[in-house]
């Protein structure tokens, strides 16, 4: 497939359940820079580093510096930040780096219980790295009794970015061990709370045993999911990919796997290191979601089955339509 790579805009249409948009996006090259410029705001969404940090891997300080340079307002993790019997530079990192303390979202995985509980089948012995970060002091936050999982509402440009992270590690190896209906049923319980306004984006994200947990959610949990929730976001498997529920296919949450910034799955073809950035942008409301290869030279705008445009209270099609106009 030929993707025609340029730096001028293009449109298509995106078709919701109820609305037909037209849309503004930046084709696949290398002036990511128009991007940020025409966003309300964006930010960043990275995984499964082991608890390297720029000290210790320049791919991890080529995104740092990539965020700082796109102006993205926060980070959210997928887990797996730590790892034992190893320097994890990443620790005194969060501390020395004020914005990174301040506006940095982890998940608690199963990497995250091994290092405070001595092994990966520690379940929820991860929490003492939020409260390292002094979660339970964010006025933003709302942390669970069981000290690994949490709700945060990041306030930025007038919207709200409603976060909810849960406790899921690829450790034990049995998915109703590791994804209690406890966290199951906090997720339904958040969720069933929130009321969504005109500037709402809701993000849900677990760490997963198989790279996705849609899965092993509830009927009426996939439902509240695909009604309320814009992304919901896996990690473990080292590579970015995308998947959709049989039941809502285009609709609903934009679900996908996000990869790892410093060691890509080597058994998989087409895994690369990387993260993934956010824009948010107007008219209508949608999410801009794009894997970026760290890997390259610059910050650049990546080809088809990395990048993914969702619309708010619409579906998710691929940013680059490549004829197929939905």
Avoid at 43 to 67: C, N, Q, T, Y
Avoid at 147 to 156: D, L
Avoid at 246 to 253: K, L, P, V
Wanted: with cysteine; charged share 25%; hydrophobic share 35%.
């Amino acid at each position: 497939m030929n993707i025609v790579r340029s730096i001028q805009f293009c449109s298509f249409i995106a078709i919701s359940s109820a609305n037909v948009f037209l849309v503004s996006t930046l084709e696949s090259g290398q002036n990511i820079e128009k991007l940020d410029a025409s966003a309300i705001f964006s930010f960043a969404i990275m995984s499964d580093h082991k608890g390297l940090s720029p000290v210790d891997s320049e791919r991890f300080a080529k995104m740092a510096r990539w965020m700082d340079k796109s102006g993205d307002r926060f980070v959210i993790g997928l887990g797996d930040h730590l790892k034992i019997n190893r320097p994890n530079t990443f620790l005194s990192f969060l501390h020395e780096n004020q914005w990174w303390n301040k506006n940095f979202y982890p998940n608690i995985a199963d990497g995250e219980n091994e290092f405070y509980g001595g092994q990966q089948d520690s379940w929820g012995q991860g929490g003492p790295f939020l409260e390292n970060l002094n979660f339970d002091k964010k006025n933003n936050v709302t942390m669970r009794d069981n000290g690994v999982e949490y709700y945060a509402k990041i306030t930025t440009e007038g919207y709200n970015v409603h976060l909810i992270q849960l406790h899921f590690p690829d450790h034990p190896r049995d998915e109703k061990l590791a994804f209690r209906e406890d966290s199951k049923n906090y997720l339904e319980n958040t969720l069933d709370q929130l009321k969504k306004g005109p500037k709402d984006i809701v993000i849900v994200a677990a760490h997963s045993i198989n790279g996705f947990w849609i899965e092993e959610v509830s009927g009426k949990q996939k439902q509240l999911i695909a009604e309320k929730c814009d992304l919901a976001l896996s990690a473990t498997t080292h590579h970015f990919q995308r998947k959709k529920m049989a039941e809502y296919g285009d609709s609903g949450a934009l679900i996908i796997n996000t990869g790892s910034i410093t060691y890509p799955d080597d058994d998989t073809f087409g895994s690369v290191a990387g993260y993934v950035q956010v824009h948010i942008l107007e008219n209508p409301l949608r999410l801009d979601v794009k894997y970026l290869d760290i890997d390259k030279d610059n910050r650049q705008l990546p080809d088809r089955e990395y990048a993914f445009t969702k619309i708010v209270g619409g579906k998710s099609s691929y940013t680059l339509p490549d004829q197929d106009v939905r």
